[in-house]
């Protein structure tokens, strides 16, 4: 019993890390894919 | 004792003579300069200015190895902007670029004046001092010998150094290691096992990965549903904190949900998408001109405002109309237009300090598939994929990626909505004033630009725009033999390029091009047959975009200085004149097409 309770806690903190790596991971898309050069408006 | 005196004495030596070597080298920057005025200034071309190197100054000397030092040019004592290798910046950016080439001294003032006629000292600054290369290498090889000798007691002294540090090192790096990083022990025996190294081994591999596509897939899906809101709906346009500038690319599906959402299809849109001008640059939110245009227009238009800071027409505007045209059989485009311009397609230039910050879009649009057929657009995006020059080339790319990253992921679509909605998260150490780091943008007000006209500053910088509007609106003209001014074959050529642009001509019948003038002011310092040309540019200008079938007509060129805010924007003043005048072309636009009596509230 007290192994079941385990293991399911354990799967459950798996899920959570694992779903904070993909967000983590949907953030890193985003912000890699931004220019590294800011735009500075110069006008002409 | 002694010892320890005799190594500061050998230290302090080494110490003086890399001093004695650096003056030698670098004069100035220990003091010995030495200054002289520069003499018969002469103009050149533009805001450039030559003048012959100072007789009583010496040339500082040719070095192959070593750096060479720089003279510097000063205006009345304060070392002028930039040394440039380029002659075109000094003669068309100016203020303060300066260069040095063969005997002459070739520079423009910090403010766009005439150094003939401003009164101000221009000096060239340079190290008192010339020693020759050789001798410049022998002092340093010195000073390094001086330093090596110093090597061995430094090294007796690291080492008693060492004793005293090392076991507290090897304590620190211990704890680290225990806590940190320690591979997985197999010995039973061991009791012990760092906080890192038990979570991990808590983990469960297949719930872990799971929870990791779990975790992509709410990402996409929230990506999917935000690129369906409407994130800056309460907005009226995309201003500075919400702009690239503020460090926020809004993708494709943000600007088509802003359109959408503002404009139901019932109504007859008005999409003003162009560049500064148009995303009313000088105006306040509350006398931005295109409310004033929905006021004039009434509820049977919608007026959106989709434009970006130097945005040209075919990254945003254009793809935006072929997208929407699709959805809104009664759509009007209005943009900016100036005599003899054509923009291209996509605006790389390694050679421009300039960063032009909206090819992704134009990529995001092409990628959607959505775009009409435009055979020379799509030849000009796979030849910059391809491009022979490395830096198109990569960028190219990186803005394709980008685009097929978007578009598989809705990445920028979430964290947009996140960033505005809830908080931030890019810091740009170039934002001025700084914005507030974790602030969510919908906290922050559209305050950022000027909203006063700075006459001042316009009569100061007035060279630089005289440069400009000469340029860029006299020289798009040429006059006849029988006094009449007609396109210049440079602006036939960019023409050509507009209307290959639009190569579906219903698209043409609903494109309101708004051929921008400069600041009254400047035009008044033209003399009588410039002021012609320049007027004469507009005028042809509109009527050759109006014979290809476009819509189109000179705005402000009757307006008064205090309507624009500085040479080209127009101000709080300005804004209700342009709304009305563009009101009454989109009127009959509309009217044109047979569209007033079809549409309902």
Request: net charge positive; aromatic share 12%.
């Amino acid at each position: 019993m007290k192994q079941n309770i385990q293991m399911t806690l354990r799967s459950a903190l798996s899920v959570f890390a694992g779903l904070f790596v993909g967000i983590l991971f949907s953030y890193l898309v985003y912000r890699l894919s931004l220019p590294v050069k800011p735009f500075v408006y110069v006008a002409f | 004792m002694r010892g320890i005196s005799h190594v500061w004495l050998r230290f302090a030596f080494a110490l003086l003579l890399t001093l004695v070597a650096t003056a030698l080298i670098f004069p100035r920057s220990v003091g010995l300069t030495r200054t002289a005025s520069l003499e018969t200034i002469s103009p050149g071309q533009g805001l450039l200015y030559e003048a012959p190197w100072p007789r009583s100054l010496r040339r500082p000397s040719q070095r192959t190895i070593l750096p060479e030092e720089k003279p510097s040019l000063t205006e009345n004592g304060q070392a002028l902007g930039f040394w440039v290798s380029k002659r075109s910046a000094i003669e068309q950016v100016g203020a303060g670029r300066f260069r040095f080439t063969g005997n002459k001294v070739q520079f423009s003032s910090s403010d766009g004046t005439s150094p003939l006629n401003n009164g101000r000292i221009y000096a060239v600054s340079t190290g008192s001092l010339r020693v020759r290369e050789p001798l410049l290498l022998l002092s340093w090889a010195i000073t390094l010998c001086a330093w090596l000798s110093l090597l061995p007691p430094l090294g007796r002294t690291i080492a008693r150094a060492t004793v005293w540090f090392l076991p507290l090192l090897r304590r620190v790096f211990n704890r680290l290691r225990r806590e940190l990083y320690v591979p997985v022990p197999r010995d039973p025996t061991v009791v012990s096992t760092p906080l890192l190294e038990r979570f991990s081994r808590l983990l469960l591999p297949m719930p872990f990965f799971s929870g990791v596509v779990l975790g992509l897939l709410l990402c996409i899906v929230g990506g999917h549903l935000a690129a369906r809101s409407n994130i800056y709906g309460d907005r009226s346009r995309f201003f500075f904190q919400i702009s690239p500038e503020g460090y926020v690319y809004p993708t494709l599906e943000n600007l088509l949900q802003f359109v959408r959402q503002k404009a139901p299809p019932k109504k007859i849109l008005v999409l003003a998408a162009g560049s500064s001008i148009s995303l009313g640059v000088g105006q306040q939110d509350n006398h931005l001109w295109t409310d004033l245009l929905q006021r004039e227009l009434g509820d049977v238009f919608a007026v959106v405002n989709g434009s970006f800071r130097s945005a040209k027409f075919t990254s945003i505007g254009l793809p935006l109309l072929e997208i929407l045209t699709q959805e809104y059989p009664r759509l009007l485009f209005v943009t900016e237009s100036r005599p003899g311009y054509a923009p291209e397609w996509m605006q790389y230039d390694s050679r421009s300090p300039f960063f032009y910050p909206y090819n992704y879009l134009l990529f995001q649009a092409w990628l959607s598939g959505k775009l009409l057929p435009n055979p020379e657009r799509d030849q000009e995006l796979w030849g910059a994929l391809s491009s022979s020059d490395e830096y198109i080339r990569l960028h190219a790319r990186e803005d394709l990626i980008r685009a097929v990253l978007e578009r598989a992921t809705h990445s920028s679509d979430l964290w947009n909505v996140l960033s505005y909605r809830f908080f931030f998260t890019l810091f740009s150490p170039v934002q001025s004033p700084a914005l507030p780091f974790w602030a969510p943008r919908k906290q922050l007000a559209d305050d950022a630009w000027a909203f006063t006209f700075d006459r001042e500053q316009l009569i100061r910088d007035q060279m630089h725009q005289l440069f400009i509007l000469k340029d860029a609106y006299v020289d798009k003209v040429e006059s006849s033999e029988n006094g009449e001014f007609k396109l210049s074959a440079a602006a036939w050529e960019n023409f050509a390029a507009i209307e290959r642009a639009f190569p579906d001509r219903t698209l043409r019948a609903r494109t309101l091009f708004l051929v921008t003038p400069r600041n009254p002011q400047l035009a008044q310092e033209l003399d009588p047959t410039e002021k012609q040309s320049y007027e004469a540019s507009l005028r042809s200008w509109s009527e050759t975009l109006k014979n290809a079938g476009f819509q189109a007509f000179p705005l402000g060129i009757d307006y008064e200085s205090e309507d624009f805010i500085d040479a080209h924007h127009f101000s709080n003043r300005g804004a209700p004149k342009m709304a009305a005048d563009v009101a009454a072309r989109v009127r009959r636009m509309a009217e044109k097409n047979g569209w007033t009596n079809q549409a309902v509230q």
